[in-house]
């Protein structure tokens, strides 16, 4: 790795340890501690906002040229794929992809759960967009995890 690579590396990991402090501040402003909330060995936070079980980290993206980008990740899962009507369901997932800004639906490959999700490249990132976008974050899938049950129960 060239000179130029570890000064880009060192700043990365000075833009990661920046928004780890962030992430800890907000858990904090919301009357949570790092210690309910941060697990060390996943790396990651967790809490509830009401039904929501809300997952953050960042994530670190290597490419082969010796480049990295970190995103800062939000997830929450909101339901299983309802057996009826599917298409349906789907069909509502991508319109609330649409409507509900910054929000959007996503599943994981060999599983029936429907996840609710932001990412942001941590790159340039404030605490007072970092917050901003939590707690939103935060009240839709709260809001949209009862909802989507409602609407589409699941009887599997």
């Known amino acids: 790795m060239d000179n130029s690579q570890n000064i ?7 833009h990661y340890n920046r928004v780890t402090e962030m ?3 907000y858990a904090e402003s919301v009357g949570l ?4 909330v941060y697990n060390v ?7 509830k906002n009401g039904s929501a079980s809300i997952e953050v980290w960042i994530q670190k993206l290597n490419f082969a ?3 990295r980008r970190d995103f800062l990740r939000v997830f929450c899962p909101i339901m299983d794929i309802p057996l009826a009507n599917p298409m349906a369901f789907y069909r509502r997932l991508l319109e609330l992809n649409d409507i509900k800004l910054g929000i959007k639906f996503a599943l994981t490959p060999n599983s029936s759960k429907v996840w609710a999700s932001f990412e942001r ?6 605490y ?3 917050s901003t976008f ?3 974050f935060e009240y839709w899938a709260d809001k949209l995890d009862d909802e989507l049950k409602a609407e589409f129960p699941v009887l599997n």
Do not use: Y
């Open 8 to 14: 880009s590396a060192n700043a990365h990991d000075v």
């Open 23 to 25: 992430v800890h501040c």
């Open 33 to 36: 501690t790092r210690e309910q």
């Open 41 to 47: 060995e996943k790396n990651n936070w967790q809490w």
């Open 65 to 67: 040229n010796g480049t």
């Open 121 to 126: 490249d941590i790159k340039g990132i404030d």
């Open 128 to 130: 007072n967009e970092l």
């Open 134 to 136: 939590i707690s939103d």
